[in-house]
T-cell receptor, first 114, second 109 residues
Framework: DGGITQSPKYLFRKEGQNVTLSCEQN?????MYWYRQDPGQGLRLIYY???????QKGDIAEGYSVSREKKESFPLTVTSAQKNPTAFYLC?????????????FGSGTRLTVV | RKEVEQDPGPFNVPEGATVAFNCTYS??????FFWYRQDCRKEPKLLMS???SGNEDGRFTAQLNRASQYISLLIRDSKLSDSATYLC??????????FGAGTRLFVKA
């Protein structure tokens, strides 16, 4: 079955440490997205990518980095520059230009700073 | 003012009740509209698109009012399993997708 796989499900980060969240899709979607969700807030866009080897900053890109070396994969690195990284991170994909079909989301990674 | 606004709730309703949620959006050029459902600590899942003429999917009815810039979701004959957070989603020109913060629904036995 096609879908999006995020790993790990839970991740604990120490202060000053970089961590990478994995996102893989087999839907053949062009576009991939990373969102952050905090309690009581809507999803906020971190980065998105329309095609391989290209990505754009979203609304809250500071302290994060991404790569898009393969169509299927869009990993997110949370760097030590992100001062408040504890949140629920969601990866999504869609057919670019067909957002009227909606997004498919992965099951999310819950990141906690310890 | 947020671009997409929803009443956070919670809405507490008994099984079998009819409940309606509204969502307002500020960008009049918005072009696509959706309702997503998010269960506690899970990812959002597409519930239904919202079309200009209104659309229905079983117990769920979605409406769009472009003049007043709001969309609505009506749930009839509520089930315990309908308990979730309902996210209003708006796509504006340039394919920028904006998520509302969600409305929480609790259906009680």
């Amino acid at each position: 079955d096609g879908g999006i796989t995020q790993s790990p499900k839970y991740l604990f980060r120490k202060e000053g440490q970089n961590v990478t969240l994995s996102c893989e899709q087999n839907l053949n979607h062009d576009a991939m997205y990373w969102y952050r969700q905090d309690p009581g807030q809507g999803l906020r866009l971190i980065y998105y990518s329309q095609i391989v080897n290209d990505f754009q900053k979203g609304d809250i890109a500071e302290g994060y980095s991404v790569s898009r070396e393969k169509k299927e994969s869009f990993p997110l690195t949370v760097t030590s520059a992100q001062k408040n990284p504890t949140a629920f991170y969601l990866c999504a994909s869609s057919i670019w230009g067909k957002e009227n079909y909606g997004y498919t989301f992965g099951s999310g990674t819950r990141l906690t700073v310890v | 003012r947020k671009e997409v606004e929803q009443d956070p709730g919670p809405f507490n309703v008994p099984e079998g009740a009819t409940v309606a949620f509204n969502c307002t959006y500020s960008n009049s050029a918005s072009q696509s509209f959706f309702w997503y459902r998010q269960d506690c600590r899970k990812e959002p899942k597409l519930l239904m698109s919202v079309y200009s003429s209104g659309n229905e999917d079983g117990r769920f009815t979605a409406q769009l009012n472009r003049a007043s810039q709001y969309i609505s979701l009506l749930i009839r004959d509520s089930k315990l399993s309908d308990s979730a957070t309902y996210l209003c989603v708006v796509v504006r020109p340039g394919f920028k997708t904006i998520f509302g913060a969600g409305t929480r629904l609790f259906v009680k036995a």
